[in-house]
């Protein structure tokens, strides 16, 4: 366990030891404080000056294991070592099934990460979350970009009808991308669309050049359809004002409202046309999203372009090079709607389960810059957050998508992910395959507002 006297050795810029993750070892922090000067270290010295936990412990728990549950201990040594506290995190693959079990027992972690609100929701309205600090809703409008749209993503009832901030979002994810081979393009001359209008004309002028625009795979086992609701998502906040996606999310906007079903048909402008995407409209509900991608390392280009979220390149074959091989640009705007840049994607909101000043301590260390710079020094770190050093990032690509996402004039979060599970983890995806196989998008929208309606 870190001392106070090392906390304060951080200050100079010593290494220490720093985290017990579980039963773990202590182990060294992964960078020596003041060593680097991108980082903000002179953040973090000033923290660990007005913090002192020693002897105590916080536990956090998640849904990271194995490779991110890494990189996040690395972050959090560097908490445990400011405060002196003792840190574990522990993570799971049913994460929502147990904070909730933990919850009602009376024995959850003092922080619980939660990859949906949606359930963060629910257990603030059961009494089971503690409000973040008075004043942390203002800071997250100042210093996170569309700081509102987070402060209201964070935002929830609880069991008195009363509304408070419960939640900050760290570590997030865009989906608003399209993923394309710059040696394709070069090849062809084909220069990156900034307009959805100006995508749609580069769509037909691929085909009159003899390619396939597009590869799109809609199959996930029990998940199959999921990715085309990004594509509607994404529809919904380039055709409307975003209010209009929020109230989709909780059904004041109807399933069959016209607005989605132009966004569903927009989908169907790519999806459903069997010169648009590779392997003809029919194969796109049976081809596995992971390998869907493959067409576009393939020469000659078995595709052109690819729709998906920043996690993509997980998926790509080994021995790729960004920049050359694969790169990516802003699923872009219409040009004659006027809405700004919208960003669509998801993240990982961190909230109090169980109240002690450690807990509140560590939604303040979220809120240093280098508590983002650290993992993005690492990898698979996306922030809103607009003091952080962009220069920390261990990739260009990261880099890259970040700055997409600091440029968004509006985030949402993923509406299928909002909405209650019968509809966006069951009827959407489902409605999605039938629509891509030649169901009318009125009658798929409908069939998902009947199953709607019958839940109330």
């Known amino acids: 366990m870190t001392t106070r006297t090392a906390s304060r050795r951080l200050a100079a810029g010593a290494a220490t030891l720093a985290l017990l993750a579980g039963s773990a070892a202590a182990q060294d922090l ?40 890494q990189m996040v201990n690395r972050v959090m040594a560097y908490f445990a070592d400011a405060t002196g506290a003792e840190v574990s995190y522990s993570g799971s693959d ?44 203002d800071w997250i409008r100042e210093n996170y970009v569309a700081g509102e749209d987070w402060v209201e993503l964070g935002t ?34 084909y220069e990156i669309p900034t307009t959805m209008e100006a995508l749609k004309e580069l769509t037909e002028q691929i085909v009159a050049d003899g390619g396939t625009p597009w590869c799109i795979g809609l199959g996930s086992g029990a998940a199959t359809g999921w990715p085309a609701t990004d594509w509607v998502e994404d529809f919904v906040l380039r055709i409307a004002e975003p209010q ?29 046309n069997d010169d648009f995407v590779r392997g003809g409209s029919q194969a796109v509900p049976t081809t596995d999203w992971r390998d869907s991608p493959s067409g576009l390392f393939t020469f000659p280009p078995e595709c052109f372009m690819h729709k998906q979220a920043s996690f993509i390149p ?6 790729l090079d960004y920049g ?22 998801a993240g990982t909101m961190w909230a109090i389960t169980d109240d002690a000043p450690v807990a509140h ?28 050093n962009l220069d920390t990032f261990s990739s260009e690509a990261q880099r890259g998508i970040n700055e997409i996402l600091l440029d968004a004039t509006v985030f949402r ?40 309606d019958a839940m109330r």
């Open 30 to 69: 992964f960078l020596t404080p003041g060593e680097d000067d991108r980082f903000d270290w002179d953040g973090l010295a000033a923290f660990a000056e007005a913090n002192d936990f020693t002897g105590e412990t916080l536990e956090i728990s998640g849904v990271w294991t194995g490779a991110d549950a």
């Open 94 to 137: 049913g994460f929502e099934q147990d904070i909730v079990i933990s919850a009602q027992a009376g024995s959850a972690p003092n922080i619980a990460v939660f990859p949906q609100p949606g359930l963060a929701a629910d257990m603030a309205a059961r009494g089971f979350l503690t409000p973040l600090a008075e004043g942390t809703d």
């Open 156 to 189: 929830f009832v609880d069991a008195d009808g009363d509304e408070a901030l419960y939640g900050l979002f760290y570590k997030v994810d865009v989906k608003s991308l399209v993923w394309y081979s710059p040696d394709a393009f070069e090849d062809m001359g």
């Open 244 to 272: 209009v996606y929020d109230g989709w999310v909780d059904n004041s906007v109807p399933f069959d409202d016209p607005v989605i079903v132009e966004a569903i048909e927009l989908y169907g402008h790519f999806a459903r």
């Open 314 to 319: 997980t998926f790509f074959p080994d021995g």
């Open 324 to 345: 050359f091989d694969y790169d990516f640009f802003y699923f872009p705007a219409f040009e004659g709607q006027d809405l700004g840049e919208p960003v669509m994607g």
């Open 361 to 388: 301590a560590l939604i303040e260390f979220l809120q240093l810059p280098i508590a983002h710079e650290l993992w993005m020094a690492q990898s698979g770190f996306l922030t809103p957050h607009t003091g952080v």
């Open 413 to 452: 979060f993923d509406a299928s992910d909002l909405m209650p599970g019968e509809i966006g983890a069951d009827a959407f995806w489902s409605g999605m395959v039938d629509y891509t196989t030649g169901t009318p998008a009125e009658e798929v929208a409908a069939e998902i507002q009947s199953r709607w």
